[in-house]
C-alpha cells in the first residue's frame, strides 16, 4: 500500500520568512496531493491540493509543487505569519476516498 | 451548514467500558471516514462507508472495534470492550461522491478525545 514520508517533523521560522515542508510517497499510480493544516483542538483543514497533471499549484501566499518522476511533494509558504503556526499534514490517494497521511510537520512562526 | 458534528468531543471511561463515539456528516456528503490520530501513528484510516455501506475496514485495529452507519446523517464507531491503548483523538470526515466537489476537500469534525484508564 501508499507509504507517505514527510519532513522535517517541527520547524521554527521568523515572521516573514518562507517555509517549506516536503513529503515523498511511494505508490506511482497515486495522483491526489492534498495539504492539510490543524490548528490546536480542531481537525484537519484543506488549504490546498494538485493532482498529477499539474506540477505546480498557487494560492496567495501558498504554493505545492509535484514532481511524479521523484515521487514527492512539497508545500511552500512564503511571508509567514503568527497565525500560520499549526501541524500540516500531506497525504497521497489514488482517489480522493482512502487518502494516506504523513506523519504531520508543527510549523511555529515567531513574532 | 454546521460542518461534520461529532460527540462527546471528549470522554473519560475505565479498561473494559463500551465507548460509542458518534458522527453526524454534512448533508449531502455521501462518504464518511473514521481516522484515530496519536503522537506514535498519526492519523489512521480506520473504516469508510459510501452510501452508508461500509467499503473498506482494513484499518479497524480489532474486533473490539466496530462501525456502523444506518442512515445517511448518522454513524457510531464502539469500542467494547475498551483498553489503555485505544486512548486517542477519533475523527470522522465526510466527503461528497464523485469528484467530490471543487476541490475533492475532506471535512472533518472537531474530534472526540478518548482517555481510556
Known amino acids: 500500500g501508499e507509504n507517505v514520508e514527510q519532513h522535517p517533523s517541527t520547524l521554527s521560522v521568523q515572521e516573514g520568512d518562507s517555509a517549506v515542508i516536503k513529503c515523498t510517497y511511494s505508490d506511482s499510480a497515486s495522483n491526489y496531493f492534498p495539504w492539510y493544516k490543524q490548528e490546536l483542538g480542531k481537525g484537519p483543514q484543506l488549504i490546498i491540493d494538485i493532482r498529477s497533471n499539474v506540477g505546480e499549484k498557487k494560492d496567495q501566499r501558498i504554493a505545492v509543487t509535484l514532481n511524479k518522476t521523484a515521487k514527492h511533494f512539497s508545500l511552500h509558504i512564503t511571508e509567514t505569519q503568527p497565525e500560520d503556526s499549526a501541524v500540516y499534514f500531506c497525504?497521497?490517494?489514488?482517489?480522493?476516498?482512502?487518502?494516506?497521511f504523513g506523519t504531520g510537520t508543527r510549523l511555529l512562526v515567531s513574532p | 451548514d454546521a460542518g461534520v458534528i461529532q460527540s462527546p468531543r471528549h470522554e473519560v471511561t475505565e479498561m473494559g467500558q463500551e465507548v460509542t463515539l458518534r458522527c453526524k456528516p454534512i448533508s449531502g456528503h455521501n462518504s464518511l471516514f473514521w481516522y484515530r490520530q496519536t503522537m506514535m501513528r498519526g492519523l489512521e484510516l480506520l473504516i469508510y462507508f459510501n452510501n452508508n455501506v461500509p467499503i473498506d475496514d482494513s484499518g479497524m485495529p480489532e474486533d473490539r472495534f466496530s462501525a456502523k452507519m444506518p442512515n445517511a446523517s448518522f454513524s457510531t464507531l464502539k469500542i467494547q470492550p475498551s483498553e489503555p491503548r485505544d486512548s486517542a483523538v477519533y475523527f470522522c470526515a465526510s466527503i461528497q461522491g464523485g469528484s467530490g466537489g471543487a476541490r475533492g476537500e475532506l471535512f472533518f469534525g472537531e474530534g472526540s478525545r478518548l482517555t481510556v484508564l
Open positions: 497525504a497521497a490517494s489514488k482517489s480522493f476516498q482512502k487518502l494516506v
